[in-house]
């Protein structure tokens, strides 16, 4: 079993900042390729970033000189920098991650969502 748990979502002012997590837990030998997205109402789940085992990140549009995605490889967890917050970031935002388990199967995992709400 694997599990992917993001946290650190909330309301937040228009310019305001927060910092989501993602931990990933269970029966993990590797975990390759680590990426946001997010899903506003009425909308389809789009790309924020995505980040390699070796670090190398890339970013939508709307994400660059804002946002910053980064990971932990020792705890198994990756990171989002929210800064400079527009209302139209308002969204539920997922990690999703390639990982490969104890028994050496690769699957695309998702976490559950933390919502992500900016007032204007």
């Known amino acids: 079993q694997v599990q992917l748990v993001e946290s650190g979502g909330g309301l937040v002012q228009a310019g305001g900042s927060l910092r989501l997590s993602c931990a990933a837990s269970g029966s993990i030998r590797s975990i390759d390729t680590m990426a946001w997205y997010r899903q506003a109402p009425g909308k389809q789940r789009e790309l924020v970033a995505f980040?390699?085992?070796?670090?190398?990140?890339n970013y939508t549009d709307f994400a660059k000189g804002r946002f910053a995605i980064s990971r932990d490889n020792a705890k198994n967890t990756l990171y989002l920098q929210l800064n400079g917050l527009k209302p139209e970031d308002t969204a539920v935002y997922y990690c999703?991650?390639?990982?490969?388990?104890?028994?050496?199967?690769?699957?695309?995992?998702w976490g559950q969502g933390t919502q992500v709400t900016v007032s204007s």
């Open positions: 999703n991650a390639g990982i490969t388990t104890t028994w050496n199967r690769r699957s695309i995992y």
């Open positions: 980040i390699t085992i070796g670090g190398s990140t």
